[in-house]
């Protein structure tokens, strides 16, 4: 099962750099807005590695991803960047409200060996985008680093490892930021060895599974098997074998789960009205006004799926035998509505020709009323064990299926790919 490893992390040097100036969200969640933002927040602001700016004249040998690479040697040269003398795993904790509650997520990072899926150490629970994995290829090979974590679960109903990370939070973080929705994200480093030896252990005969980072883990993957091939596959266990992973237990109380919409465009009139005509052969339509239209779904148990379209907006809750996974409306509104209705199959998804992403009910609403779409389809959250038991049945959902709140910070904990 998962085998785990401590190792020698990178993070800014606080007593030339405030983390607060430094530090982001992912590259998958940053807008271009966003980034033009955390560019000019501080010259240094690890969005510079993560998602830098692609300009006019870039070239095979200058570019985002080599800038990068200069970037992370220069920061490491000059001080910026430091590394850990001997390896350590690493606690880490977000503390936020949501809904008026305030809820803290405790986890570790580590490296975590990689596993081909069908080996059922490793587990995904949705599939992923093409051209965000090409980009971070680009970006590994350019910089030989894990600059973002991973977000894995792992099963502990007996919290042991939990019971460690609370220690080991009541004293002072070595790092603390707050990211711009007031999540506070602290970090600390866990070097006594029977800390690190509990959580190697408990970790022994786990499963994890993927809660975000799907993308970075399946760069990570590739990127293993080019470098074994080019290395002529050696037998003993190399650095790339490992990815950086921030691990939570998926008994944790607080982890919450956000819908993502869906906003879809570059439809044909026929499509749009075969939409209108087949929606009721296996949807009963609740016809709403747009403004009421999450407070309608909220009343079907998340068996329901917003509709809007420029002249109306429904809510479709699917008739008996629509499809296996009734609970799960995404996978619905996939195989039924885009699939089998629309024509949006699994390549095209992949391709992003149709279908754009947002957290924020009122954009995805606001995009149909300006023109700027076609249609939207709101979902509801997935509960975090109908995930855990499509995933552990060998299941995968669509990508963007889930929205794991909050976000972990980047900058925080980097790694270069190099003999630990």
């Known amino acids: 099962m998962a085998k785990i490893i401590p190792f020698k992390g990178i993070h800014y040097n606080t007593k030339l750099v405030d983390p607060n100036d430094v530090t982001s969200p992912p590259y998958d969640v940053i807008s271009p807005a966003d980034n033009v933002y955390f560019h000019e927040k501080h010259p240094k602001n690890v969005v510079r590695l ?136 602290r970090l600390w480093m866990v070097s006594k060895q029977e800390d690190i030896d509990l959580i190697t252990r408990t970790m022994s005969d786990k499963q994890i599974v993927i809660a975000d980072g799907h993308h970075r883990y399946e760069t990570s993957l590739g990127y293993r098997d080019e470098m074994r091939a080019k290395e002529g596959n050696p037998e003993e266990e190399r650095p790339y074998d490992y990815v950086m992973m921030t691990l939570v237990n998926a008994y944790s109380p607080d982890l919450e789960i956000l819908p993502t919409h869906r906003m879809v465009r570059n439809l044909s009139e026929e499509a749009l009205e075969s939409l209108k005509k087949q929606l009721p052969d296996c949807f009963e339509l609740i016809p709403v006004d747009k403004k009421n239209i999450s407070a309608t779904m909220a009343q079907y148990s998340g068996k329901s799926i917003g509709i809007c379209l420029s002249d109306s907006a429904w809510v479709a809750i699917p008739k008996p035998g629509t499809a296996e996974y009734t609970e799960l409306d995404v996978l619905v509104l996939h195989d039924i509505i885009f699939e089998r209705i629309l024509g949006i199959d699994q390549e095209r998804l992949r391709a992003e020709a149709n279908v754009v992403y947002t957290r924020d009910e009122t954009e995805a609403i606001n995009a149909v009323d300006t023109g700027e779409f076609q249609a939207a389809f709101l979902l509801n959250p997935i509960k975090l064990d109908v995930m855990l038991a499509v995933s552990q049945a060998g299941r995968r959902m669509p990508q963007k299926a889930t929205y794991f709140y909050p976000k972990l910070l980047s900058g925080f904990i980097m790694r270069k790919i190099e003999q630990e």
């Open 50 to 185: 993560i998602l830098g700016m692609e300009l006019p004249d870039d070239s095979p040998t200058d570019n985002r991803f080599t800038r990068a690479a200069a970037y992370l040697h220069e920061w490491i040269a000059e001080g910026t960047l430091v590394q850990d003398p001997k390896p350590v795993l690493y606690a880490y904790e977000q503390k936020y409200s949501l809904r008026g509650q305030d809820k803290i997520v405790r986890a570790f990072i580590s490296l975590v060996k990689i596993h081909n899926y069908d080996e059922d150490v490793i587990l995904p629970h949705e599939y992923t985008l093409a051209r965000p994995k090409s980009n971070l290829a680009q970006l590994i090979r350019a910089t030989n680093s894990n600059l973002d974590s991973v977000y894995g679960l792992y099963p502990d109903e007996e919290h042991r490892i939990n019971a460690v990370l609370d220690r080991i939070a009541a004293e002072p973080p070595m790092e603390e930021a707050v990211d711009r929705y007031g999540v506070r994200h």
